[in-house]
């Protein structure tokens, strides 16, 4: 299990910022680009399907995946 208060600030100390949001199994998230900053995202488990920039991948859970600002993903 992750220690939310170490990743919050190990997060912190690299300037990202941290919320905690809830994807349900068979869920999908909308599209988004962000123009002026990198995302970083963290899935607790399981495996994730991503899109980022026209390309589908499989991810295993507790991997961090760094999203470049002006790309389109979901």
């Known amino acids: 299990m992750m ?3 170490e990743l919050e600030k ?3 100390d690299r300037d ?4 905690i949001g809830t994807i349900k199994s068979g869920d999908t998230v909308d599209e988004a680009v962000h123009n002026d900053k990198d ?3 963290l899935m607790e488990a399981r495996k994730y399907e991503f899109i980022i920039d ?3 991948f499989l991810q295993d859970g ?3 995946i760094i999203i ?3 790309i389109t993903h979901h």
């Open 54 to 56: 026209n390309k589908s």
């Open 62 to 64: 507790g991997v961090e």
């Open 16 to 19: 990202f910022s941290f919320d």
């Open 39 to 41: 995302e970083l995202v």
């Open 68 to 70: 470049p600002a002006r």
């Open 10 to 12: 190990n997060w912190a």
């Open 3 to 5: 220690n939310i208060k």
